[in-house]
């Protein structure tokens, strides 16, 4: 990235090139930073689907280790979704009681 703004950044120097290389460094400058956002976007969507996997692994208590070589998730990640699992249970649980007990009350 920071070659495409060191050579953006050459392009706005009217002593060393013309309009028309101008234009063209910019539209090059666009292309990859366009071909830069599909990668990335790329990138998020099997993150996404790692984590999915490794939510469905560890609902069936599959062994942290083993979800790591197969979603290839550190275990800190692994460790944080059980985390965030077991606090959104909690919260549901939580909710239930209360909710249990102002409609009895």
């Given at each position: 990235m920071s070659?495409?703004?060191?050579?953006?950044?050459?392009s706005n120097d009217s002593m060393l090139i013309?309009?028309?290389?101008?234009?063209?460094?910019?539209?090059?400058c666009e292309r990859i930073a366009l071909i830069e956002e599909?990668?990335?976007?790329?990138?998020e969507?099997?993150?996404k689907e790692k984590n999915e996997i490794?939510?469905?692994?560890?609902?069936?208590?599959?062994d942290v280790l083993i979800i790591s070589d197969c979603t290839e998730l550190t275990i800190d990640e692994i460790r944080k979704n059980?985390?965030?699992?077991c606090l959104f249970?909690?919260?549901?649980?939580?909710?239930?009681?209360?909710?249990g007990v102002f409609l009895f009350n």
């Open positions: 070659a495409v703004c060191d050579l953006k950044s050459l013309s309009e028309l290389e101008k234009r063209e460094i910019n539209a090059y599909k990668e990335i976007s790329k990138n969507g099997k993150w490794d939510k469905n692994m560890l609902f069936k208590n599959i059980r985390y965030n699992i249970w909690v919260r549901f649980y939580l909710d239930f009681l209360f909710q």
